[in-house]
């Protein structure tokens, strides 16, 4: 245990002054197991220290082939290795001086501290995107393709609770909750299913009928009478489910409205009519677009950004089926993918395929200097890529 007057002579065979030092001077010594293998520092920021202060917790998660990712309740944060080149030392219960009572005292004060641990190195925490693209291909495994048919049982393999995709999928349960919403995911049985592509589009369009043949607008589908009528082809639930997925439910008089979505519900439409075909020719495909969808609702090509692609160089002009969430959910991969497709993009077609994978203040414009070269092409900008991309 060093004294005060040893640490004084330290000072003077180092030439430090010891009144430019800390009142208080820490004497380090080993404690018995002192290991660097035993801890492991982790950096965290305003946001996610208050949120540990209020009791909350933050949670790891990744399987043995993918990148670990740290979640709080609502954001993803991605867990990186940064060395250091300072040892940094573990000293249980130390106090800076400024926590020290020692600003009135004139005399040095000399504290012992053991050293528990070492390392070089620390967790750095990033917030990032929830890495949510393998639930849609989890939840596709087993699809909901309706009611089981009397004297069947219904498959119930590879369906899955929300602890069991809190454990599968890279992402908050407030995140993954938004995502679920997003990809019309259902609870059936306590599980979280998808509907089957073909059984959805079926209630859709009884729905669509339904509004048609009964002369409503679109802005006021009864929930009552949609159960009434089509009740006894699909269970309610689902009809229910349906309307939820395409419109905004309200109150009026004491009843249960739904305003249908424009976009939505057109979008739907067009899918199913570019499901089975390579290309179609674009100015046939809007006439019949526009014939499918029901009357009130206007389709137009803006309603398919990030699911169709149109061909303005081709002769006839043509679209095709390309949505966002078939694509690489890695940003290098997903621009390396989409210069495979088409060497050249313009501005307005590439933004609906990247701008999913816009971080925190992040726009589409540094991901394209970024990761894409621009031109000029007969007066348009146009970008392809910074390498040779094989095909």
């Known amino acids: 245990m060093r004294t005060v007057e040893e640490v004084q002579a330290t000072l003077e065979i180092a030439k430090l002054k010891e009144e430019e030092m800390q009142k208080t001077i820490h004497c380090l010594s080993l404690g018995e197991n002192v290991s660097s293998a035993d801890y492991c520092l982790m950096e965290l920021d305003d946001t996610l220290c208050k949120h540990i202060e209020a009791g909350n917790s933050l949670v790891i998660r990744g399987d043995k082939n993918e990148h670990a990712v740290l979640c709080s309740g609502d954001k993803t944060y991605d867990l990186k290795i940064a060395d250091t080149s300072n040892l940094l030392l573990f000293l249980p219960g130390c106090k800076t001086p400024d926590q020290?009572?020692?600003?009135?005292?004139?005399?040095?004060?000399?504290?012992?501290?053991?050293?528990?641990?070492?390392?070089?190195?620390?967790?750095?925490?990033?917030?990032?995107?929830?890495?949510?693209?393998?639930?849609?291909?989890?939840?596709?495994?087993?699809?909901?393709?309706?009611?089981?048919l009397a004297g069947q049982q219904e498959n119930t393999e590879n369906t899955y609770t929300m602890?069991?995709?809190?454990?599968?999928?890279?992402?908050?349960?407030?995140?993954?909750?938004?995502?679920l919403k997003a990809i019309h995911a259902c609870q059936i049985n306590g599980c979280w299913r998808v509907l089957d592509s073909d059984y959805e589009m079926k209630l859709l369009g009884h729905l669509t009928q339904l509004v048609d043949s009964e002369s409503w607008s679109c802005n006021k589908v009864p929930l009552g009478s949609c159960l009434e009528e089509l009740g006894p082809l699909e269970p309610g639930e689902m009809i229910e489910h349906c309307l939820n997925c395409y419109g905004t439910r309200y109150m009026e008089n004491g009843d249960v409205l739904y305003a249908l979505d424009e976009a939505k519900v057109c979008q739907a439409t067009a899918l199913m009519l570019l499901k089975n075909a390579v290309k179609f020719n674009l100015r046939e495909f809007q006439e019949v677009w526009q014939q499918s969808v029901p009357d009130g609702l206007s389709a137009s090509l803006d309603q398919l950004k990030s699911v169709a692609l149109v061909d303005r160089t081709s002769r006839p002009e043509t679209i095709c089926?390309?949505?966002v969430e078939d694509l690489p959910e890695d940003t290098l991969e997903r621009f390396n993918h989409l210069f495979t497709l088409r060497e050249k993009w313009t501005e307005e077609d590439i933004t609906p395929y990247i701008v999913d994978l816009c971080g925190e203040k992040q726009t589409t414009g540094a991901l394209l200097t970024k990761y894409a070269r621009s031109s000029m092409q007969n007066g348009v900008k146009v970008f392809n890529s910074r390498r040779p991309i094989a095909t």
């Open 100 to 148: 020290l009572a020692s600003s009135s005292q004139e005399r040095t004060n000399l504290v012992h501290a053991q050293v528990w641990g070492f390392c070089n190195s620390y967790w750095e925490v990033r917030r990032r995107r929830p890495k949510v693209k393998k639930l849609l291909r989890v939840l596709r495994e087993n699809p909901y393709q309706g009611p089981a």
């Open 163 to 179: 602890d069991d995709l809190l454990e599968t999928i890279q992402a908050s349960e407030e995140e993954l909750k938004k995502h």
């Open 321 to 323: 089926l390309l949505q």
